[in-house]
């Protein structure tokens, strides 16, 4: 059975990627950073591991722990989204907390990429998925606040851009995701979709993928979405 590994699983959109993939048969591997807090990731019977995917010596030991074991799908998923409102208004953003954002939305994709790319190249059709968002398009910015997120987003798209072009050559399908706005604890209660359409549409985005979508921004829905 094909085997995917998921960040960020706790819950929200990385709980119902779990959930689907289990449900159609594939071997989950699922990480976040306190397991024992997560008694819906645990019931789901994945194979759960906690994992702070910003601790370079967590991701080497994970590393070590799944090294032989191939990966098809490789979802990077843990992300987080500090201060929201006012918080995050001009004149009143701390630096820290945006360091925090730069550190879990950017860096850390491009690290776990780096430590699993053996396990991706077993595969015969390897993905890197990551879980990206609309907010952090240049396109289509039009409207004030939430700079901390937007930026650690548009951070990653190049993140993405740059696997793209590094691991052509070894046929790593390389996307950027936007899940939609989504109803969990993240996006809030007046998103407009439910988790399990927006992680039915982006495995299908996952799923339909060849090389020469490697690259690009896509959306839940199957659009590309400009950078």
């Known amino acids: 059975m094909p085997t995917v590994l998921i960040t960020g699983a706790s819950r929200g959109i990385g709980l119902e990627f779990v959930r689907q993939y289990r449900a159609d048969g594939w071997d989950v591997i ?8 997560a008694p819906e990731l645990q019931a789901t019977g994945a194979e759960v591991h906690g994992l702070d995917v910003t601790d370079e010596a967590a991701l080497a030991g994970m590393g070590r722990t799944l090294a032989g074991r191939t990966i098809d799908v490789l979802i990077n998923n843990a992300g987080i989204y500090p201060l929201k409102g006012p918080q995050g208004a001009f004149g009143a953003i701390p630096v820290e907390p945006w360091m925090e954002a730069l550190r879990t939305n ?16 077993r595969a015969d059709r390897p993905v890197l998925a990551t879980v990206s968002s ?4 240049i396109a289509e910015a ?26 052509a050559s070894r046929g790593v399908i390389c996307l950027a995701l936007h ?13 407009l979709i439910d988790a399990t359409e927006s992680v039915t549409g982006l495995r299908a985005v ?3 993928a060849s090389t020469a979508d ?11 979405i400009p950078w």
Request: aromatic fraction near 8%.
């Open 179 to 191: 899940p939609g706005w989504v109803r969990t604890d993240m996006g809030g209660p007046n998103g």
């Open 106 to 121: 950017i860096i850390a994709p491009w690290k776990v990429a780096e430590t699993f790319i053996g396990n991706l190249e």
């Open 30 to 37: 699922a990480t976040c950073r306190t397991p024992e807090n």
């Open 206 to 208: 996952i799923a339909g």
């Open 134 to 137: 609309k907010m952090g398009s």
């Open 214 to 224: 490697s690259g690009t921004f896509r959306g839940y829905d199957g659009a590309t």
């Open 142 to 167: 039009s409207s004030p606040g939430s700079v901390v997120y937007r930026t650690s987003k548009t951070g990653v798209n190049m993140v993405v851009k740059g696997l793209s072009i590094e691991l």
